[in-house]
C-alpha cells in the first residue's frame, strides 16, 4: 500500500491538497474566507466551510477519544513538511476509497490501526467529509490500478502521472485536446479547442 519514497514530490497536486488539508484540519490551522476569490481553506469554495468545519470537529473528536483512551496522537505531520507519514498515506487511501464508494473499505483500512470503532467512526467521518470537498471542488485523487485495469486521464497530466506512479501507456486512455474547426462542427473560429 505505501510508496517505495514517502515524499511530497511524488504525490499529485490532488493528493497534496488532500494532505494539506489533512494536516491542518487536525492542527487547526484553518485559512479564512477570501472575499475577493470567494474561497476557503486554501483552494475551496465558501460554501464547503461547514462540510469542512465538521471534518475539523470529528478530527478532534479521534484525537479526543484517543488521549482519553491514553493512545498515541495522530502520527501527522506540519502543514509544511516535505516526508509523510505512514499513517498520512492511510488517510490518502482512505480519502481514494471514499471517492470510490468505498466505504467499507475506508473502515478496513483504518481498523488495521485503530481497534477502536467509535475512532474509526470519527476518522472515517473526517476523511469521508473532506473526500467530498475535494471532489466537489474538482480534485479526484488517482485510484491505485488494478493489475488488468485501465485508467483515464488527461494529456498535461502524462508527465505528472510518470513521476510519481508507474503506469504503463498500454492501460492507459489519454484525453487529447481535439481541433473541432468550424467546418467540422459548425462552430465559430474561437471555440475551436475541445477535450474529448
Known sequence: MTRLSLSLSDLCCCERLALWSIRCLISHYRLPNCPETKTTDGLFPVCFRPALDAAEGAFADAVHLLAVAGQPRLAV????????????????HGIIAAQNEGQRDVFILLAEVFPDR????????ALTLLADCLAGAGHWL?????????TISGGGALSSISRWRSVSPSRMRVLWPQDSGPLQ???APDANRVMH
Open 77 to 92: 505531520n506540519a502543514p509544511g513538511m516535505q516526508s509523510l507519514t505512514v499513517l498520512e498515506e492511510r488517510f490518502l
Open 118 to 125: 467509535f475512532v474509526q467512526g470519527c476518522l472515517a467521518t
Open 142 to 150: 488517482p485510484k491505485t490500478l488494478l493489475k488488468d485495469e485501465t
Open 185 to 187: 462542427r459548425g462552430r
